[in-house]
Each structure stands twice: as C-alpha cells, then as structure tokens.
C-alpha cells in the first residue's frame, strides 16, 4: 500500500463532492426522505463493480453516507470512476452532495512497539482488521481503533486520544467552534495539516485536514 492511490484521487477532476477521510474518501448526499435516502441507496448498490470491494452505505433519516474504503491506504485508482459514478447516481436522484457533514472519529491508542495490543481492542470491542495497525466495526457505526506507535526514545505524553477527521475546508470553522466551547491548543506545531486541543480536564483531541488537505511532515507523531 502507498500514498498514491489517495492522492490520485485528490487529483482528479469530477469529485468535488467526495473528502478523503483517514477512513478513505467519503461522500454525504443529502435526501428528502428516509424513502428517498434508501431509494439513492439501492441505485448506488447496483452501480457495476462496487459488489465485494467493502463499499459501506448508511441510510439516514434525511441522507446518505457512501463510504468507498474503510481505510485510506486502501483507495486503489478505480475508485474515482466508482465515485464519480456514485455522484451521476446522487445527482439524478436530486440529492446534491453536503462536503460540510463528511467526517470521520477515530481513537488513537499510542504505545511503545513492545507495547502495542492491538490484539486486546480487536476482542474487545469486536472489531476486525483492516490494516496492520488497525481495527474497525464491521457495522461501520463505531470509531476506527488505530495503533499509533511511539519512538523508543519518545516520552509518552498520553496514552489515547482522538482523531477528528473532517474536509480541509472545514478543518478552521471546527477548531473554531471547539475553541468557542472551551477547548484550547496544546500544539499547533503541525497546521495545517491538523491542531491538537485539549478539554479542561486534559483529554486531548487532533483536528485533522490530513488527508484530504494539507499533507502531514515527516517528523508527525503523538
């Protein structure tokens, strides 16, 4: 797996309405109806070629999610046909795309290699792989588990934290409102690619545009 699946999918023209999320890219079409929303579900369910490659559909009361990877690293060059296909669908059907309610939660568990028990949460919480380093739902309805592994010589300044993925032109307006609710930056050494920000109590949380925005430096860890 490398970084250019998803950044071919960045590049590409005709998919204005899809985030590359940590998850893969993403789309939320916005229905008039639970009927509706289920109705552009089915259509998109029978486009030729999604069957069998782990697309996730979520059908709520007034939209649909469309998820083409559970994984980022996972985005393979036919996914833009499959995305801008998906679109055609959602545009027929009249429901127009919001990039505004694309977003992914995702917990991030650091340790030390040795250290590191991906084992546990997978069993834990019922959880299967997607990637080495990772666990997620398979109902697609809980946050994505990742394994961040710290450097030996690295003190470990926390042991978990969340990851708050959303589409680059958004990432500002969300530190916005988290820093209006009381939240406050503990490093912002890596913007904009994301802002790590902590509640009073200390509980931290990263606001990311990575991927679908700015990428992250090389140095990046916990």
């Known amino acids: 797996m490398s970084e250019q699946g998803w950044r071919a999918f960045l590049a590409a023209d005709g998919l204005e309405d899809w985030v590359v999320l940590h998850g893969g890219a993403t789309a939320v079409f916005v229905a008039g109806s639970l009927a509706e929303a289920a109705r552009l579900a089915e259509a998109v369910a029978n486009l030729p070629g999604l069957a069998g490659r782990g697309v996730l559909l979520t059908v709520g009361d007034d939209r649909l999610s469309v998820r083409l990877s559970r994984d980022v690293w996972q985005l393979e060059p ?14 027929e059907h009249g429901a127009p795309a919001c990039r505004a309610a694309v977003q992914e939660v995702q917990v991030a568990i650091a340790a030390k290699s040795e250290a590191i ?12 792989a997607m990637a080495e380093d990772n666990a997620v739902d398979p109902l697609g309805h809980g946050s994505t588990v ?50 790590t920000l902590s509640d009073r109590a200390g509980n931290r949380v990263c606001i990311c545009a990575w991927p679908d925005g700015p990428a992250p430096r090389k140095d990046d860890g916990a």
Do not use: C, N
């Open 117 to 128: 028990d991906l084992g546990f949460w997978r069993a834990v919480l019922g959880y299967a």
């Open 146 to 195: 990742w394994m961040q592994e710290i450097a030996p010589a690295k003190t470990l300044r926390h042991a978990m934290h969340i990851d708050v993925s959303v589409a680059r032109e958004q990432v500002e307006a969300r530190l916005a409102a988290a820093l209006a609710a009381g939240g406050r930056i503990v490093d912002d050494s890596h913007a904009p690619s994301h802002w």
């Open 78 to 91: 036919e996914f833009i046909e499959y995305a801008r296909a998906v679109s055609a669908v959602a545009r």
